[in-house]
Structures are given as C-alpha cells and as structure tokens.
C-alpha cells in the first residue's frame, strides 16, 4: 500500500472575506507531487479550510484514479482543529455554511478514500500550503475579476 500526504490550508481575510486555499499532495517520502493554490472568492476561513482539503482529494482521484485509491494511504495534515474534530466525528458541524463542505468531503471518503486520516498540525508544520493559499488571498484581492466571485 502507498502513502499519500496531502497538506492544506485555507484563510479569509475579514471572516468572510477574500478567501484562499493551499494544497500540497506528497508522496511518503516528501517528495512534492502537485501544489494547488486557488482564489476561492468570499468566504470564510473554515469554509476555505475544507475547501482545501476538497481540492487535495480531488486532484488525487483524478492523478491515481479509483483502483489505485483503493489500495493507497491518504493522510491529510491541516493547521484547521475545528475541521480535524468534525471530520473525526469529535465535534457537530454547527454552522450551515459548513455543512455542504463537511457532507462532501465525508462523501468522497465513503466512495474514494477507504483508509484517509485527517490529522492537525502546528501552523510551522503547514507553511507550503500556507503561502499557497496566501498566495491565491494575493491575487483576489488584486484582482477586481476575481472579486466578484462572491458568495
């Protein structure tokens, strides 16, 4: 069995805000095999911190595909405790704006990801996909496009 190590990270700056996501998708031995980094227009930082995460899953289905998913080890490492905690079934998703999120990341691990962990990390343990996602804050906030991609 291989092991993936997925890193995310999302942010809002004004919570909602411009909004943000960083992905990096590792392999066991660190070696970086994709970086996503997408402007996710208004929203907030925890609905950016799955979104993160979304992104990450949904690169790695579509780069391994369904069979070789079967048989690999997802490990997903977010500086986000609340999102950790629901997803681990610890915490009750309390905000609506949550729920489609957390319904469809808990979907793809019924249907693609039968051994995924979700761990939470210190923020020095996440800093690539930080910047990925301040990166991306960067450019929708310098953007007036992107800037209305709103709620």
């Given at each position: 069995?291989?092991?993936?190590?997925?890193?995310?990270?999302?942010?809002?700056?004004?919570?909602?805000?411009?909004?943000?996501?960083?992905?990096?998708?590792?392999?066991?031995?660190?070696?970086?095999?994709?970086?996503?980094?997408?402007?996710?227009?208004?929203?907030?930082?925890?609905?950016a911190e799955y979104q993160?995460?979304?992104?990450?899953?949904?690169?790695?289905?579509?780069?391994?595909?369904?069979?070789?998913?079967?048989?690999?080890?997802?490990?997903?490492?977010?500086?986000s405790e609340l999102v950790?905690?629901?997803?681990?079934?610890?915490y009750q998703v309390k905000?609506?704006?949550?729920?489609?999120?957390?319904?469809?990341?808990?979907?793809?691990?019924?249907?693609?990801?039968?051994?995924?962990?979700?761990?939470?990390?210190?923020?020095?343990?996440?800093?690539?996909?930080?910047?990925?996602?301040?990166?991306?804050?960067?450019?929708?906030?310098?953007?007036?496009?992107?800037?209305?991609?709103?709620?």
């Amino acid at each position: 069995m291989s092991k993936v190590i997925i890193y995310t990270d999302g942010g809002a700056r004004g919570n909602p805000g411009p909004a943000g996501a960083g992905v990096v998708i590792a392999d066991e031995q660190g070696n970086v095999l994709k970086e996503i980094s997408q402007f996710l227009g208004t929203r907030t930082n925890n609905w950016a911190e799955y979104q993160a995460i979304i992104l990450g899953l949904q690169y790695l289905k579509k780069f391994l595909g369904k069979e070789k998913l079967q048989k690999s080890s997802v490990e997903v490492h977010t500086d986000s405790e609340l999102v950790v905690k629901q997803l681990r079934g610890e915490y009750q998703v309390k905000k609506e704006t949550l729920f489609s999120q957390f319904i469809a990341v808990n979907n793809m691990r019924v249907t693609d990801f039968p051994n995924i962990t979700f761990t939470h990390v210190r923020r020095e343990k996440n800093k690539k996909a930080d910047k990925l996602a301040n990166d991306a804050m960067d450019r929708g906030e310098n953007s007036k496009e992107n800037m209305s991609l709103s709620l």
